[in-house]
Structures are given as C-alpha cells and as structure tokens.
C-alpha cells in the first residue's frame, strides 16, 4: 500500500516521463502496486479488502460428503463442486481441503497420525524390539537381510546379516545379535513376523515357542497394525539404513556383517542422550547399565538349511568357505544342513543321501576343506581325462571321403550325379548336321 505522499510522488514522477519500473524502484514497491495507484485501480491509505473465500460456499456440501464417505476420493469430490459452481483449479482445491481440515480423522486408517502420542517407559533390560530390514541389489548380488535387535532402554542396536527369512535363519541371528548385545531382556518384542507369531492371532508359533523357552524370554507381539508400539528398532532401521547402508563399502556379507558390528558398536553407540533427571550420557553408557538375563551356553539347536550348486573344482560355497564333495557332481544343486551349536556342516544329495561331512571353517576365512580321500578321488578324475597324445593338425587338407562322396550321391539324386560328354557321339553328331 502507498502512502499519501508516495502516491503524489509517483504520478510527479510519471508526469516527468518516468517509467513504471523506474517509479517503482524509486519508491521500493512492487511495480504492480504502482502501477495499480496510477491506474486509479487503489486508493492512498485505504487497503483493498480480501478476496472472498472460493471454498465458502460449498463447505457445507463437502462435509455432508465426507460424512457419507470419510475416504472420498478428492478428484471425485472435485468434479461434483465443479459442476456445482468451484471455479478454482483442482490443486487449489486440494490445498483448501487440507488447510481446513474437512476430511475426518480415520483412526483405522492412519495410525498414530492426527492423534495424541506419548513417549513409552521401558524400564532398563525389560525389552528387546526385534526387526527385519531387507536391501535389495547388494553389492555381493541378491538381497541383503538384516536383523536388528534394540534395547528400548538405552537404544543400544546390534545386528546380523542372515542369508534368508526362515525361522532357523531367524534363530540364528537372533542368538548372534543377544550375544553382541551381552544378554537378552525378558521380553522379545516383535511385529507380526510369520516365523514366531501364528498369521492372523497373537499366538506364538508351535515351533518357536521352545526358542524363547530355551533363552527364558517372552514373546510380546506388537497389537495389530500399531508399529509405533515398537518405534525404537524402527528408529534403529532408519539410522542404520541411513548411516550404514548407504556409506557402506563392503563386497561380500562377511565384510558387511565386520562393518555393521564396527558401526552400531562405534556411531550408534556414541549418540548422545539424557537420563530422566536431564544428565547428558551415551547411548553405550546407558546400554552397559541395563541389567540383561544371561545367555545359555549354545544357541538353540536349529538346523540352516540352504541350497548350492556344486563348482567345477567339486565344493561348494557356505559362509566365505568351500566345501568339498566327490567328483562327478558338477552343476549339480546338493544341500546344506548345519545344526546351530554343531562344529559341522552336513552336504546331502537332493534324494536325501548324505555326499559329505566337514568341520565348520572360521566364517570369511576363504579355505577350501577338503579330506585327503575327496582330494585323492578328484585327483585320479582329473589326471584320468589328460592324454599325451599330439594334438591334431587343424591346418591339414582333408578333402571329402568316399563314403561322405556316396553319401552326398545319394541325397542328391540324379541331380547329384556328374555330366559325362562323349566326344566321339558329339563329333558324329557335328558331321550329321553339316551334310
């Protein structure tokens, strides 16, 4: 808005042949507002009253609307007020929909958004929240799983990369991530993961009920489509999503699973926190407070269970090591059994029949295991197919047989066979015609 004087001194200015854009940066005002006073379109000191609201008149419409039918879809809303008289375009509609607040809250819909929230107590070593994060096109190929186990606590994380979803992979790293942990809370805390809770209930699965017997934990399920209930492993996947998966440098799970621990035991422990009387502490210092059940001496016995392809060299691949079976099997898919707490790993054929038996070799260690008799077999196999023969002369000419010549004969018919001139009827024939 101009003032009096600023008004007088723009229409001087303009009678002097100055320009719009020139009286505007004169005054510092925005040209159309110059432009507007000199047109007579506003007056000095008197401000120009609001726009009329577009939506006013058809908010009674829409509410009776979204009382019909809370999930309406905006798009069909809009072409019903347009056709009643919205003059304004589709997102302008949106934006007055949302700076209103018409749509009603859906509880069942949207979880903890539009209402009230609290921050829940966990006492120290009463909880552990458990969670899979899955990454795929891992830089070693295929996709990466990994479990993380949070103490709500304290936020302490630990995590293990596992080859699958299974239950006995599930296990495994569960055992792994509580011994990193030093411990395991009364209570496991878990979303609705098909492996420990029973689909559709909140029962725990027959089969893995004797896991959380053997570490005397309790399974708490979180309740049904309220994630919040296990926010902290949530954070935890978030943080370490963003500040390890996507910085990390590893090219294989044994190098991730060394870089994962140096991580969540380095950064994620550093974080900084307040303890409930306002004292600045650490999330390492709060984790080393928490009073944990201790662990038993093994792992649960369950038994991984996973499928290779057998290499040329007759082993097969598990845990950044090779395992030897008897030649002869090459290409051909066998499985790997190995009992957790057990110092072995089992190879069977896809009939059941067991191939071989090896003490496990230290995860990433890259050996090849292989008994004195496997390498004594494979070694008659290989040695077996050299020959001392010379090699053949690929430069030598070796015109078709007689055999390859008949035969050509034959599937070529009369249209095979070679033109034979007689030049005694040829001469009689010349003659004949001459007289």
């Not at 401000?47 to 039918?69: G, N, S």
């Not at 991730?256 to 974080?271: I, K, N, P, V, Y």
């Not at 070799?361 to 004594?376: D, F, K, M, N, T």
């Not at 033109?419 to 015609?433: F, I, N, P, Q, R």
């Amino acid at each position: 808005m101009l003032t009096q004087g600023e008004d007088v001194e723009a229409h001087a200015l303009k009678e002097r042949g100055w320009s719009i854009s020139a009286i505007a940066r004169h005054l510092d005002r925005d040209r159309k507002t110059v432009r507007s006073y000199l047109n007579g379109d506003r007056q000095p000191g008197v401000r120009v009253t609001a726009v009329l609201d577009p939506l006013a008149d058809f908010e009674v419409y829409i509410q009776a609307r979204f009382a019909d039918d809370p999930h309406l879809w905006a798009t069909s809303l809009f072409v019903e007020v347009t056709a009643l008289g919205y003059a304004r375009s589709y997102p302008t509609f949106v934006r007055q929909l949302r700076q209103r607040a018409l749509r009603p809250h859906c509880e069942a819909c949207r979880g903890v958004k539009g209402r009230d929230t609290i921050e829940i107590v966990h006492p120290p070593g009463e909880e552990i929240q458990w969670d899979w994060f899955e990454r795929r096109r891992a830089p070693w190929g295929g996709t990466a799983y990994v479990l993380l186990g949070t103490l709500p606590h304290s936020s302490r994380t630990r995590g293990v990369l596992a080859e699958s979803l299974d239950q006995a992979h599930l296990i495994e790293a569960m055992d792994a991530v509580m011994r990193r942990l030093g411990g395991t809370a009364r209570v496991w805390r878990t979303d609705r993961l098909a492996t420990v809770i029973v689909p559709g209930s909140r029962h725990v699965q027959p089969s893995f009920a004797p896991v959380a017997k053997h570490y005397g934990a309790i399974v708490e399920p979180c309740p049904p489509r309220r994630g919040n209930r296990k926010g902290a492993v949530e954070a935890a996947v978030r943080f370490t999503c963003g500040r390890w998966w996507r910085t990390m440098t590893a090219t294989s799970p044994e190098e991730a699973q060394l870089s994962l621990d140096r991580f969540l035991a380095g950064a994620g422990d550093a974080r900084e926190r307040r303890t409930a009387t306002g004292v600045r502490t650490t999330v390492g210092a709060l984790g080393d407070a928490e009073p944990l059940l201790a662990l038993p001496a093994g792992a649960f016995p369950a038994t991984i269970e996973v499928t290779r392809v057998v290499a040329a060299n007759a082993t097969v691949a598990f845990r950044g090591n090779r395992y030897a079976v008897p030649p002869g099997l090459t290409d051909a898919s066998v499985q790997l059994r190995h009992r957790l707490g057990s110092p072995t790993v089992e190879i069977h054929s896809p009939a059941g029949g067991l191939l071989a038996e090896h003490r496990l070799a230290p995860a990433g260690a890259g050996s090849i295991v292989r008994s004195a008799e496997q390498h004594a077999a494979l070694e008659r196999v290989v040695l077996s197919a050299f020959t001392t023969d010379r090699p053949c002369d690929r430069k030598a000419n070796r015109p078709p047989g007689p055999d390859a010549i008949n035969e050509a004969a034959r599937l070529l018919g009369n249209e095979g066979r070679a033109v034979v001139v007689d030049l005694a009827a040829y001469a009689t024939l010349v003659e004949g015609s001459a007289s």
